[in-house]
């Protein structure tokens, strides 16, 4: 691709999902005045590490996956192309309360993963402002020698009709631990890092009936799904269109304004706008977020296997 005659390279450096290693890759990337955006990171431990070093440095970063709160308005240099925690919480708790109507329901997580914890927390507010009950149980994957059955066990005992269930991106062996013990006894509900291709291979019968928020489905531009899955000879996820979309907006950054600062104030404008592959992008200007709507989504049963399917 070129833009005002110059070609567009892409430079790709893996951190891991590692705060440590994250911080280091963004110290090199903001000296080098060829680097004009960063579409990443992907964890929200690695992107929390890393932002203030692109703050500090003027290099605009676009997270398409981290979900922290504390990334929000984390800095005029930093965004995110997935809509706010607050409006996939509020949709899950609705669904929740309104729809499944779970009465009481407890809550596993990772307390080491940043954006686990916030997720959790202002879900169970949000929950108990809609009426619902939370059951308090021991439940923190992160714990050694973790026991998935004494906290189902807890779970049940304590009255739960529903369970809450999410990890870490690159921890995910103890949530799925969690999915078998509970044998579908308690409907199961998630945060987006469970719209994840192990949750239907490691979880497999035991999903069913799994629901989370999410911010989007490939159903809603089967177009884009078509053609990333001729190009990849795989099925796509939100965290292909979002990484995809946060590279349209950096090119259209880079055509309006080439210099880093100019950048970045196009993007935080309001009337910054972009089509992509999830839809209208439109960034808020006050948080950098992207602005938009959370879709349902729930493993079902189909003759292919379990599978991810939106929600009306």
Known sequence: M?????KLMVIVVNDDNQPQISKEVASKLVK?????????????????AAAPIYEKGGLVMISPTSLANNLSGAGNYIFRLVASNGKI???????????????KIAFCYDSQAPDNVSFKDE??????KKGGQIVPIVCDLSVPNFKADQALNQAISGGANGLFVVAHVDRLDPV??????N???LPLFSSPTLYNIRTLEDGGKNAQGLTLAAPWHPSLNQTFANLMQEQWCGPVSWRTATSFDAT?????????????QGRQSLLRSANFHQTGATG?????????????????????????GEQFVPLP
């Open 123 to 128: 879900l169970m507010a949000n929950v108990a």
């Open 248 to 260: 349209r907006v950096i090119i259209a950054g880079l055509r309006e304004n080439p210099q880093r």
């Open 32 to 48: 080098n005045p060829d680097i004009i955006a960063v579409v990443g990171h992907n964890a929200s431990d690695a992107s929390l």
């Open 176 to 181: 799925f631990e969690v999915i078998r013990s």
């Open 183 to 185: 044998r579908q006894r």
């Open 2 to 6: 070129r833009i005002a005659g110059r």
């Open 89 to 103: 919480r509020e949709k899950l708790a609705n669904y929740i309360v309104n729809t499944a109507k779970v009465q």
């Open 280 to 304: 209208k992008i439109s960034l808020d200007p006050n948080t950098g977020d992207r602005i938009g709507q959370p879709v349902l989504i729930q493993v079902r049963s189909t003759p292919s």
